[in-house]
């Protein structure tokens, strides 16, 4: 299994494949090709003097007589745990919020007014070594903790939506642990949080010793620059958890996520953007980069955890894709949008007319009776 040694698929292609084929490569695997942003060259200068890469994509859409194109830019992070896992937690988290700064900078110079950071992204990924210490000190309140506090003075400032999952310690309910988002307005108000409905109990990733399964459904936040979800890691492997954000009416999902080669990474460029054509919506899968180096743990295993391999991307209802950022470095991914494309393909597709949804409750309901028996058919 590749480390990080192995840059990214697109390299590859890119390296190996004459241009001309290329080209019909990429229109079988990435769908329509996406335009490449124009960024300012300050933006990339500061990117590499940060040390992150950047790439940014444009999504189009068909004119239409009636309505205006609803342009969104997206922003999603990937990045590694700067210090090591034995550094005191509060270094740890300092040092994220400043990696994080420097990368935000970057996204306001591009125009970002939306950005995402990945899932649980004030900590490493320690949810593989069921230790308690020091993991779950690095819980927060979604409210008012010291990484909302951060993430309202960036929205604020950079006008900007943010997109903050993190481990959360709900206080005024008996300490519990979540594994939430918390969404930012571009005014620096607390627009909500959603919490990660499924939990993991696949190899290593055995996170129900650290949060519960969420509590508040599939909410869907209002900004000034679209309808926004975030379904959160393991969640994209369950089609009805993205099929209910889409009904509360979710334009752009996206999905904060850890996971590492072994497990999912042929999964990875399918799920999100199957889940963008199955819903008429936008997707965008977000991965940690590099080695979980939880050095604290007990159980070689699972200190041996695995290769966070990045690749994060954004896809869009016509079933095209941006290129993934690289398997081994940080990186910054620039998405624009035009949301009219989601109509656009409801109405070639009719997926939500067709969607035979009350047959499948019905069908549901009594699926999930204890007394229920399958519908076979024998001779
Ligand atoms: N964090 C998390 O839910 N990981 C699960 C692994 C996967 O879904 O690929």
Same mark, same amino acid.
Request: proline share 6%.
């Given at each position: 299994?590749?480390?990080?040694?192995?840059?990214?698929?697109?390299?590859?292609?890119?390296?190996?494949?004459?241009?001309?084929?290329?080209?019909?490569?990429?229109?079988?695997?990435?769908?329509?090709?996406?335009?490449?942003?124009?960024?300012?060259?300050?933006?990339?200068?500061?990117?590499?003097?940060?040390?992150?890469?950047?790439?940014?994509?444009?999504?189009?859409?068909?004119?239409?007589?009636?309505?205006?194109?609803?342009?969104?830019?997206?922003?999603?992070?990937?990045?590694?745990?700067?210090?090591?896992?034995?550094?005191?937690?509060?270094?740890?988290?300092?040092?994220?919020?400043?990696?994080?700064?420097?990368?935000?900078?970057?996204?306001?110079?591009? *125009?970002?007014?939306?950005?995402?950071?990945?899932?649980?992204?004030?900590?490493?990924?320690?949810?593989?070594?069921?230790?308690?210490?020091?993991?779950?000190?690095?819980?927060?309140?979604?409210?008012?903790?010291?990484?909302?506090?951060?993430?309202?003075?960036?929205?604020?400032?950079?006008?900007?939506?943010?997109?903050?999952?993190?481990?959360?310690?709900? *206080?005024?309910?008996?300490?519990?642990?979540?594994?939430?988002?918390?969404?930012?307005?571009?005014?620096?108000?607390?627009?909500?949080?959603?919490?990660?409905?499924?939990?993991?109990?696949?190899?290593?990733?055995?996170?129900?010793?650290?949060?519960?399964?969420?509590?508040?459904?599939?909410?869907?936040?209002?900004?000034?620059?679209?309808?926004?979800?975030?379904?959160?890691?393991?969640?994209?492997?369950?089609?009805?958890?993205?099929?209910?954000?889409?009904?509360?009416?979710?334009?752009?999902?996206?999905?904060?996520?850890?996971?590492?080669?072994?497990?999912?990474?042929?999964?990875?460029?399918?799920?999100?953007?199957?889940?963008?054509?199955?819903?008429?919506?936008?997707?965008?899968?977000?991965?940690?980069?590099?080695?979980?180096?939880?050095?604290?743990?007990?159980?070689?295993?699972?200190?041996?955890?695995?290769?966070?391999?990045?690749?994060?991307?954004?896809?869009?209802?016509?079933?095209?894709?941006?290129?993934?950022?690289?398997?081994?470095?940080?990186?910054?991914?620039?998405?624009?949008?035009?949301?009219?494309?989601?109509?656009?393909?409801?109405?070639?597709?009719?997926?939500?007319?067709?969607?035979?949804?009350?047959?499948?409750?019905?069908?549901?309901?009594?699926?999930?009776?204890?007394?229920?028996?399958?519908?076979?058919?024998?001779?």
């Amino acid at each position: 299994m590749a480390g990080a040694e192995w840059g990214s698929l697109e390299q590859c292609l890119e390296k190996h494949i004459p241009p001309a084929e290329l080209r019909e490569v990429k229109r079988i695997l990435y769908g329509k090709e996406t335009r490449k942003l124009d960024l300012p060259s300050s933006a990339f200068e500061a990117a590499s003097r940060e040390d992150f890469e950047l790439q940014g994509y444009a999504f189009e859409a068909a004119e239409e007589q009636l309505r205006r194109p609803r342009i969104a830019r997206v922003g999603l992070v990937q990045n590694r745990t700067p210090l090591p896992t034995d550094a005191p937690v509060a270094e740890q988290v300092a040092a994220l919020h400043k990696r994080i700064e420097a990368i935000v900078e970057v996204a306001a110079a591009c *125009g970002v007014n939306i950005i995402c950071f990945q899932e649980a992204w004030t900590m490493p990924f320690a949810f593989c070594t069921r230790e308690k210490l020091p993991w779950t000190e690095f819980a927060e309140p979604a409210e008012d903790g010291p990484t909302t506090r951060f993430c309202q003075k960036l929205a604020k400032k950079h006008d900007m939506v943010v997109v903050s999952p993190i481990l959360e310690r709900d *206080g005024e309910h008996g300490d519990v642990l979540w594994n939430t988002a918390v969404v930012v307005s571009n005014s620096g108000a607390v627009l909500g949080k959603t919490r990660k409905n499924h939990i993991p109990r696949v190899g290593d990733f055995n996170e129900s010793t650290y949060y519960m399964e969420g509590n508040l459904g599939h909410p869907v936040f209002q900004t000034p620059f679209g309808r926004i979800a975030v379904n959160i890691c393991y969640g994209r492997h369950h089609p009805l958890n993205w099929l209910m954000y889409s009904i509360n009416g979710a334009e752009i999902i996206f999905n904060p996520s850890a996971t590492i080669g072994a497990l999912s990474e042929s999964l990875w460029p399918i799920e999100a953007r199957n889940a963008a054509i199955a819903n008429h919506c936008f997707t965008c899968a977000i991965n940690r980069v590099g080695l979980t180096n939880a050095s604290l743990c007990s159980f070689k295993a699972h200190r041996d955890f695995g290769y966070f391999y990045g690749s994060s991307y954004v896809a869009a209802p016509d079933g095209s894709r941006t290129p993934g950022l690289s398997r081994n470095q940080d990186g910054l991914l620039v998405a624009e949008l035009n949301l009219n494309l989601c109509r656009q393909m409801n109405d070639v597709w009719n997926f939500k007319m067709t969607g035979r949804y009350e047959m499948y409750a019905r069908e549901l309901a009594e699926a999930v009776k204890p007394n229920y028996s399958p519908t076979i058919l024998k001779e």
